[in-house]
């Protein structure tokens, strides 16, 4: 296992502590807005930002570090970016510009985008010399070339570190799009293994024997020095995955290839040497060797390098050096130092795909991390038991794992752990007998989970519930909020044998906030049972898919609800969008940016045919595509035909709003629910008529749900800004 103890115990062959000088978090984030909007500045009109020779990859690494630092892919400068790197790719051959322009596809994450990191990930394939790295260039060859290594001919000569670092970092992202790199990582291996110096660190080109080893390029660098790391991790980290594949194929015996790095003494003696390095952080350190030092600790999950706590010195180190007009650098080296700059500064969470492989899944795969010496437990039930306020449990597993009517009565986090999928199924629990409830006739038996108190946030989850067959109908539910605050971010919830589940029942004085999630089949997605108290509730770039999309009821006591709905950047696929028949009180909805694909807005949502009392509907920019509007008692209103009349029913407390087609990239009828929908089933179809206006309307298919969509997030800055905002989110964001 990838012991962190071990880690820490290299500490002892460096020297004392050095106290972090502090730039406060707001100097850092002034930092790194300012870096920000330097980078907009420089772009051109035709969309690239301009390096001798190289427009193609610093286009990619500015747009890249804008997008990592949480500019929106519909901003228009970084719309511009990516439109550009993609008229690009099928020329580029520069070994850098490939690599950059696969990691800014990926990160896009359209669909359309496959083939084409295929062909970059082919030619760094051709491009890998017979020395095991990468110079500057690599052969144009295509996609269809992965069908047969074993035509592509070594290119002679050694190449250089950096050329290598960059060529390995853009194929472990190919390598998620199906492009083989398992012989060519064991190459990269043997060339870090065999090029190491004397002082545990690496040089920009390998010693050789045929070479003068003397001058700056057969010296240790600190940048190569993280490169040699970097590599040997993603090379032991391909060996694991490949390893793990003939296993599950062939039901073997796991191999010992999860051993820690440290104890290959290679490794060892470079990740003493970066710790050295690491500790020497300071203003006159390159901006490319930060960005690699964060690299390296990103992937390895490590607040400290050594002793050295490398943000906190980078950071100060930025913050001080940082030009008027907000670059690190002037020339042309500004907008690569600049971007490399604010991807540092960002400060992206701990952990990887990667840091996942080197520890292996444990056996007991419930971790309360939040606790000290992190306990672990072989079911979520007994973590909730162990957990006190404030904990966070994570599921290093992939699952099925049980949800069996548990309470959820204080603030805890249940998160996916690094680079895990973890599928939930329902079984129905025992009750304080010991007994198996009875969901016919025992209500706790009818809920999967229950949030009674606190704030609740659910992370990286795929939900799949499926209720039972049972004598007598059951009002099912997934998750019934009956108190406190629930979040959930980058969770799928689905239900596909049609028992009529709600998927989330929100009750009393409760509110809700939905990031990123996908609702899949049921009753309805969402339930809000109104009780006289406020109940808030935001979906952010979320897909419903449902019956109904949301229904809206009045508690058993009758009492007038107070409903208040927020849509951002949300697809709704249902009959109904909001059904809410005979609801008494008051409902408002506030749409931004969303796309309602439905029979009917709402038949219900009308006290009567004149009045509008206790409703409101408001926001901008959204695009319907529906056969009827609004109704009362169940019967459509006919004056209100088109989004004419829709604007003018409500006063135009909604601007720019259109009817337009709406084709989905994979049509589905209502009543299609299944556990694996895609969430790229609801990008924008060339058939759609906002086709070009995809980046603005509707979901970012590429962040939602579980999975991949949650580890693209959990990179996002936003991920930070969502663990900040727990209590003040739902008020925050649904403002238009």
């Known amino acids: ?87 690009q790719v099928a020329d580029v051959k520069n070994t850098y510009e490939i690599a950059l322009s696969i990691l800014l596809l990926a990160r896009v994450g359209d669909r359309l985008d496959r083939p084409h990191i295929r062909t970059l990930g082919a030619r760094l394939l051709a491009g890998q010399n017979k020395g ?47 492009t083989p790199i398992e012989i060519a990582m064991a190459e990269v291996a043997q060339r870090f293994l065999d090029g190491q110096l004397e002082d545990g660190g690496w040089s920009y080109q390998p010693p050789s024997s045929d070479k003068p080893e003397s001058g700056s390029n057969f010296q240790t660098r600190n940048t190569m020095t993280c490169a040699g790391l970097f590599c040997l991790t993603v090379a032991r980290a391909t060996k694991i995955r490949q390893q793990q594949r003939e296993q599950a194929a062939t039901g073997g015996e796991e191999r010992g290839e999860k051993a820690t790095l440290l104890s290959d003494p290679v490794y060892a003696k470079g990740f ?54 907000g670059s690190w650098s002037e020339g042309k080296d500004a907008l690569s130092d600049t971007s490399f700059a604010i991807l540092f500064l960002r400060k992206a969470n701990l952990g990887s795909d990667i840091s996942r492989l ?79 409830y009875k969901p016919e006739r025992d209500e706790m038996a009818q809920s999967v989970l229950h949030v009674t108190a606190g704030t609740v946030t659910l992370e990286g989850l795929r939900m799949q519930i499926d209720p039972p067959i049972t004598s007598t109908p059951v009002n099912w539910k997934g998750v019934r909020v009956a108190g406190g605050k629930l979040r959930m971010l980058n969770c799928t919830l689905s239900e596909s044998n049609k028992r009529g589940m709600v998927g989330v029942s929100i009750e009393g004085a409760s509110s809700a906030h939905f990031r990123n999630c996908q609702f899949i089949g049921g009753k309805s997605c969402v339930s809000v049972v109104g009780g006289g108290a406020p109940q808030p509730v935001l979906f952010e770039n979320c897909i419903l898919y449902s019956n109904a999309c949301v229904s809206a009821t009045n508690s058993a006591d009758q009492k007038p609800a107070d409903i208040q709905l927020h849509f951002r950047n949300c697809c709704l696929q249902g009959t109904e969008a909001i059904a809410c028949p005979g609801l008494k009180g008051q409902l408002s909805v506030t749409a931004t940016e969303s796309l309602f694909r439905c029979d009917a807005l709402s038949l219900s949502f009308l006290p009567s045919a004149t009045s509008k ?63 694996n929908l895609n969430p790229q089933d609801w990008d924008l179809s060339e058939k759609s008529e906002l086709a070009l206006a995809a980046v603005r309307y509707g979901i970012t298919a590429n962040t939602v749900g579980a999975g991949e969509g949650y580890s693209r997030y959990r990179e996002d800055i936003r991920y930070n800004e969502w663990k900040k905002d727990a209590k003040n989110a739902i008020v925050a964001a649904s403002t238009p």
């Open 272 to 325: 003493a040497r970066v710790g050295q390095f690491a500790k020497g952080i300071g203003p006159g350190s390159s901006k490319y060797f930060l960005w690699s030092v964060e690299r390296l600790g990103v992937l390895l999950g490590l607040e400290k390098l050594g002793d050295a706590d490398w943000f906190g010195l980078g950071a100060d180190a930025l913050v001080k050096t940082q030009r008027p007009d």
């Open 1 to 87: 296992m990838f012991n962190r103890r071990l880690i820490a115990a290299i500490v002892v062959l460096l020297t004392a502590a050095r106290v972090v000088p502090a730039a406060t978090e707001e100097q850092i984030e002034q930092a790194r807005l300012k870096g920000m909007e330097f980078l907009k500045s420089q772009q051109t009109k035709d969309g690239n930002w301009e390096y001798p020779n190289y427009q193609t990859g610093i286009t990619a690494l500015c747009t890249l570090a804008l997008i990592e630092n949480g500019v929106p892919i519909s901003d228009p400068v970084v719309d511009k970016g990516y439109r550009y790197v993609k008229k």
């Open 613 to 675: 009392e206790g409703r409101s509907w408001s926001g901008a920019h959204n695009v319907y595509n529906v056969s009827s509007w609004f109704g009362a008692a169940g019967k459509k209103v006919a004056t209100i035909s088109d989004v004419k009349s829709h604007l003018k029913f409500w006063g135009d407390a909604e601007k720019d709003a259109s009817t337009k087609t709406i084709a989905w990239l994979t049509p589905r009828r209502i009543g299609q629910f299944s556990h």
């Open 132 to 178: 095991g790295g990468w110079g500057y260039s690599c052969p144009a060859v295509e996609a269809s070339s992965l069908g047969d290594l074993r035509k592509l001919s070594r290119q002679d000569g050694a190449g250089d570190n950096s050329c290598t670092q960059f060529a390995v970092l853009g194929l472990w992202v190919a390598s998620r799009y199906s």
């Open 358 to 436: 080197l520890e292996g899944t444990p056996l007991k795969q419930f971790a309360l991390v939040s606790q000290p010496e992190t306990p672990r437990f072989e079911t979520l039930a007994d973590a909730l038991k162990a957990a006190k306020a404030g904990d966070v449990i994570r599921v290093d597993g992939n699952g099925p794992f049980k949800f069996s009517n548990d309470v959820l009565d204080k603030d805890l986090t249940i998160q996916a752990g690094y680079g895990y999928d973890p599928v939930f199924e329902f079984q129905i629990g025992l009750d304080a007998k010991g007994l198996r």
